[in-house]
């Protein structure tokens, strides 16, 4: 099975503007979730879905969005970016909310002039 | 609440020497516990969890830990580390709940030298 992929890999954005991330899971995976990696704050959970709906959203502002479409596939949004939001974006599947083990994507990178 | 805690930001190895590193972690409820590993530029790989049953687990290239639950500990060990072992690794906690994200620790740098 192919693992989870993210696109794009890099990404560098200016303060202001926004972004949309995307991440397909592994097939058959109907969980998706978005942690956010800083050398500051560490890994951060951003939210979970499992299908289509939102399960849980972390600590974030509400800058930061996101959605799930009906193939599984997610994407999330940052809108008027600001530098501490330069970071890595990963992304997790798992079969479904509550399993054990999730399986993680490479990431993307972005950075916000 | 969960947390997790890892002790030490940096630790360093000798080649052919043990690799310990240590995560306590927090939780109201009975834990899954896992520990990751990110190589430069890459995503996390499971190394190996804890759910249930045997307390000792055994994971990829080497690594084990063992879920001691007086200590609220979950530390990962290597008998001989590897040049290739040189990467981050992060101790999280999540539960059987079905309704708890991954809380991960701050993460240990691990230096292997020659």
């Known amino acids: 099975k192919a693992g989870v992929t993210q696109t794009p890999r890099y990404l560098i954005k200016t303060r202001g503007q926004q972004v949309t991330l995307s991440c397909s899971p592994i097939s058959g995976h109907r969980s998706v979730s978005w942690y956010q990696q800083t050398p500051g704050q560490g890994l951060q959970f951003l939210f979970e879905?499992?299908?289509?709906?939102?399960?849980n959203k972390g600590n974030f502002p509400g800058r930061f969005s996101g959605r799930q479409f009906s193939n599984s596939r997610s994407e999330m949004n940052v809108s008027t970016l600001e530098l501490g939001d330069s970071a890595l974006y990963l992304c997790?599947?798992?079969?479904?909310?509550?399993?054990?083990?999730?399986?993680f994507g490479p990431g993307t990178r972005l950075t916000v002039l | 609440a969960q947390s997790v805690t890892q002790l030490g930001s940096h630790v360093s190895v000798s080649e052919g020497a043990l690799v310990l590193l240590r995560c306590n972690y927090s939780?109201?409820?009975?834990?899954?516990l896992f520990w990751y590993v990110q190589y430069p530029n890459q995503g996390l790989q499971l190394l190996l969890k804890?759910?249930?049953?045997?307390?000792l687990v055994k994971g990829i290239n080497g690594f084990e830990a063992e879920f001691k639950k007086s200590e609220t500990s979950f530390h990962l060990t290597k008998p001989s580390a590897h040049m290739s072992d040189a990467a981050e690794y992060f101790c999280a906690v999540s539960t059987n709940s079905g309704n708890t994200p991954l809380v991960f620790g701050k993460g240990t740098r691990l230096s292997v030298i020659a």
């Open positions: 939780s109201s409820v009975p834990p899954y």
């Open positions: 879905y499992f299908s289509e709906t939102q399960r």
């Open positions: 804890y759910t249930t049953g045997a307390t």
């Open positions: 997790a599947s798992n079969n479904f909310p509550g399993a054990d083990t999730q399986y």
